[in-house]
């Protein structure tokens, strides 16, 4: 049969008639995605805000779907697998972070309008952000704290808090390579905060000064693109943050600007960093 008779044989249309829902909605739950938003109040930009806040959640989401990929593949040596899933979060963060775009040009009057319907709530209650940070190395015990109401949630959180960050699987990583990351910070407590250690820092100072091609040089590079963006992500949400509410102090309690100024001050894999004023 010939390319013709098969286009003449072709449907018109599209198959329309299904016993049930649609195999589309069936596999991306677009019904209950579009409606889960339930605004408290009256304003337009409510839905606006409501709804960019819920696709962050998803983004968040998908990147510690990455990262955790990524510290699998680190832990059994597969350094290309893990680079590619560090490259495919690059262009989610990317996407994340255009996610401040609908607030960024808020000003303190139409956030107002819509501010008191968020109550107690806080972006810094995110338990799936929260993973993030704890995959960064930011660990913090305080922060189940807020989770305790929600068994689930809390139990994967104290999970994430005493498994080794995404760095901590680089430097071990390091160490099997043969590079002298040093024992304390190889033995260190996971479920604390990474502290920067000059050891590290030299380890990386000796990668970046010779062959830009090998493979951890390249994973370097790989985790600096989402180091990169994680503090885009940070200073963004400053700029939004202090242009719809100055300086005033933030929902849930948070110390709002002041607080987000500290964390916009520091930067993750800290080594990969400062080495860089030593090659």
Do not use: C
Request: aromatic share 8%.
């Amino acid at each position: 049969m010939s390319q013709a008779d098969h286009e003449a044989e072709a449907p018109a249309t599209p198959h329309l008639d299904f016993a049930g829902t649609t195999p589309y909605e069936d596999y991306v739950q677009a019904d209950v995605l579009t409606h889960l938003q339930h605004p408290r109040s009256d304003d337009p930009g409510e839905m606006v805000f409501l709804v960019t806040t819920q696709v962050m959640e998803l983004w968040f989401t998908v990147i510690v779907h990455e990262w955790e990929t990524a510290s699998r593949a680190l832990a059994a040596d597969d350094v290309p697998r893990a680079v590619a899933a560090l490259k495919r979060s690059v262009r989610e963060l990317d996407a994340l972070n255009a996610s401040w775009r609908p607030l960024g040009q808020l000003t303190p009057a139409q956030f107002n309008s819509y501010r008191a319907a968020l109550g107690e709530g806080s972006g810094f209650q995110s338990a799936m952000y929260r993973r993030m940070e704890f995959l960064l190395g930011e660990k913090s015990a305080s922060m189940l704290v807020p989770h305790r109401g929600a068994p689930r949630v809390h139990a994967e959180l104290e999970k994430a808090l005493h498994e080794p960050s995404l760095y901590d699987e680089v430097l071990r990583l390091l160490a099997r390579r043969g590079h002298p990351v040093p024992r304390p910070v190889l033995d260190r407590d996971v479920s604390r905060r990474y502290e920067p250690s000059p050891e590290v820092e030299a380890v990386w100072t000796a990668l970046y000064a010779g062959d830009e091609n090998d493979e951890l040089a390249r994973l370097g590079e790989a985790l600096t693109d989402v180091a990169e963006l994680v503090w885009r992500w940070r200073n963004d949400h400053l700029v939004a943050t202090r242009r719809a509410m100055g300086s005033k102090a933030g929902t849930g309690g948070s110390a709002g600007v002041a607080w987000l100024e500290r964390r916009a001050r520091k930067n993750v894999f800290p080594e990969l960093w400062t080495a860089r004023s030593h090659v």
